[in-house]
C-alpha cells in the first residue's frame, strides 16, 4: 500500500514546489497591483467592456483576479488563462489610469507565469519556438507559403482586395484577409546611402513581420521617402518578429531569444535612429525589450541590457521622424502634377493605433505627414478608439474583434473619406476586414505610403 503511494505523493511535492514557485513570480507584481485604487476608471475606457460588461473583462478585474491568482490556479488554473488572454493589450487602461499602474505589463507577467506553471498550447509551442524564434526559417516558409495561399484562400470582389477561405472553418469564418504579398519586402539591399558629401542622418530599419510579408508596399515607400530626404538606410538581412505575440502569450523564452538576436544583429554599426513603420514593433522595442531585460530574464546580461537600451532610446515611428527631422511640405512647394495640374486632393481620416498613441505619445506627426501633401484631412468622432485586432486576441476572439471593429469602421465611413491612414499594419488588417463586410470602397493605407505617392504624383526623384 505504502509502495502504490510513493507516486501520489511524488505528484503533490511536484505541484506544491510549481505553487511556491507561482507564488514568488505573483509576490514579484505586489507593488504593481498595489497602486491599483479599484476606482473604475479603466471600466470606462476598456473597449472589450464597452461589448461586454463584464468586470473580469476590464483590467480592474483582472487585476483583482492576478491577485488572488494562486488560490484561482488550485482550482481553476485553465480558467484563469482563458480569462487573462480576454485582453486586447491595448493599454486604454493604463493610458487614462489616475494612479498611472502599468496594467499591460502586470498582464503580460500574469501570462508568463501561468505559461511556466501549464505549458503552452501545442500549436502555439510548435509556431513560436520552432518557427518564430528562427528568423531565417520562418522568412523562407512564409515565402514558400505564399504561392500556395490561392488554393486557400479565394479573391472577393471589394474595394480592400482581401480574400476569404474557400473552406468554411471556425477559425475563418466570415473572415476578410489580407493575403500574403506574392514577394515580400525580403530586404533587397542591405544599405543605400543617398547622403550628399557623407552629410545626413544614418537610420536603420527594423521592417516587421507583417510589412515584410503583407504590406511590403509599406517598406519599398519608407525607403524612397528617407532616399528623397538623402538618408544613409541601413536594412540587416534575415529580421525576425520583435517577439510581441510570443510574450503576449507567456512564451518569454521566444522572446528572449528574438531580442538577443535583434538586439545583436541592429548594434553592428552607429545609427542616429531606428526607424519602424508599425506602431506595435516600435512600442515593444522601446518599452518591453527594456523591461524584459529589467526582470529576471536578465540577470547576467549586462551588455545585452545596455545595447537593448540604447537601441530602445533610438526607436522613432517613421512618421515621428519625417515630421520632426525633415521640412514635409518642401517637395510640394510650388509644383504641378505630372499632368501640369495641381496635385488631386482627397479626403483622408486618420486612425490611432493604441500602440502609437497611448503607449507613445505619438499621434501629430502621421497628420503633419498627411497634411503637408496637400489633402483635406478630417477626423472621425474617435480616431484613437481602439480597432479590436490585438494580435491573437483577434484569432482566439473574433466575434468580440469584429463587433469593436464594425464601430471604428462606422466611425471611418461617417467623414465621408476615400482613404483612412494609420501607423500600424495590424489595424490595416483589421480595418480592411471590418470595411470590407461593410461593402465601403474606402482604402487603406499607411501615412508613409501617401507620402511617397504623393511624391510621385508632383515627378520628385531621388
Known amino acids: 500500500m505504502e509502495e502504490a503511494e510513493k507516486p501520489k505523493r511524488l505528484m503533490k511535492l511536484i505541484k506544491l514546489n510549481k505553487m511556491g514557485k507561482l507564488a514568488r513570480d505573483v509576490k514579484s507584481l505586489e507593488e504593481q497591483l498595489s497602486l491599483c485604487t479599484r476606482c473604475g476608471m479603466c471600466q470606462s475606457n ?27 490556479m488550485f482550482d481553476d488554473a485553465n480558467g484563469v488563462r482563458e480569462r487573462l488572454g480576454r485582453c486586447l ?60 495561399q490561392k488554393f486557400a484562400l479565394r479573391k472577393e470582389d471589394n474595394f480592400q482586395k482581401t480574400s476569404c477561405a474557400r473552406l468554411v472553418s471556425p477559425l ?4 476578410h484577409m489580407v493575403p500574403l504579398a506574392k514577394i515580400p519586402f525580403g530586404n533587397p539591399m542591405q544599405e543605400m546611402d543617398f547622403r550628399e558629401k557623407g552629410r545626413g542622418i544614418t537610420v536603420a530599419f527594423f521592417v516587421g513581420c507583417l510589412v515584410d510579408k503583407a504590406f511590403p508596399h509599406i517598406a519599398h515607400s519608407l525607403v524612397e521617402v528617407l532616399a528623397h530626404f538623402k538618408a544613409r538606410i541601413l536594412i540587416p538581412k534575415d529580421q525576425g518578429c520583435c517577439g510581441i505575440p510570443a510574450l503576449a502569450s507567456g512564451d518569454t523564452k521566444t522572446f528572449e531569444k528574438l531580442l538577443a538576436f535583434h538586439v545583436d544583429l541592429f548594434s553592428t554599426q552607429p545609427i542616429d535612429y531606428l526607424v519602424t513603420a508599425c506602431a506595435t514593433c516600435s512600442s515593444t522595442i522601446i518599452k518591453q525589450w527594456p523591461a524584459m531585460l529589467k526582470g529576471e530574464g536578465g540577470k547576467g546580461h549586462g551588455e545585452l541590457m545596455e545595447k537593448a537600451a540604447v537601441l530602445a532610446e533610438k526607436t522613432v515611428d517613421i512618421s515621428w521622424l519625417l515630421a520632426k527631422r525633415f521640412d514635409l511640405s518642401s517637395p510640394f512647394k510650388g509644383t504641378p502634377g505630372k499632368s501640369g495640374g495641381s496635385v488631386p486632393k482627397e479626403i483622408i481620416t486618420c486612425h490611432d493605433p493604441c500602440h502609437l498613441r497611448k503607449s507613445l505619445g505619438v499621434f501629430d506627426q502621421p497628420r503633419q505627414v498627411i497634411q503637408a501633401c496637400g489633402h483635406d484631412l478630417r477626423e472621425m468622432s474617435f480616431p484613437d478608439q481602439c480597432c479590436g485586432m490585438g494580435g491573437s486576441f483577434n484569432l482566439d476572439h473574433y466575434d468580440l474583434s469584429s463587433r469593436i471593429g464594425r464601430e471604428k469602421a462606422l466611425d471611418i465611413m461617417s467623414t465621408g473619406c476615400s482613404t483612412v491612414a494609420t501607423s500600424c499594419p495590424a489595424c490595416m488588417m483589421q480595418i480592411s476586414d471590418m470595411l470590407a463586410q461593410q461593402g465601403a470602397r474606402i482604402r487603406v493605407k499607411h501615412p508613409v505610403q501617401i507620402y511617397a505617392e504623393q511624391l510621385k504624383a508632383v515627378g520628385v526623384r531621388p
Request: proline share 5%; hydrophobic share 40%.
Open 89 to 148: 493589450l491595448c493599454g486604454s487602461c493604463a493610458h487614462k489610469c489616475p494612479s498611472s499602474v502599468d496594467t499591460v505589463g502586470i498582464i503580460l507577467k500574469a501570462r508568463s507565469i501561468i505559461a511556466r506553471y501549464l505549458g503552452l498550447p501545442v500549436a502555439k509551442k510548435l509556431i513560436f519556438k520552432n518557427l518564430l524564434s528562427n528568423p531565417k526559417l520562418f522568412n523562407r516558409l512564409m515565402e514558400a507559403a505564399a504561392p500556395f
Open 172 to 175: 475563418l469564418r466570415h473572415r
Open 46 to 72: 476598456c473597449p472589450l467592456y464597452a461589448e461586454t460588461c463584464r468586470e473580469s473583462d476590464v483590467s480592474r478585474g483582472k487585476l483583482a483576479l492576478i491577485t488572488g491568482l494562486i488560490d484561482q
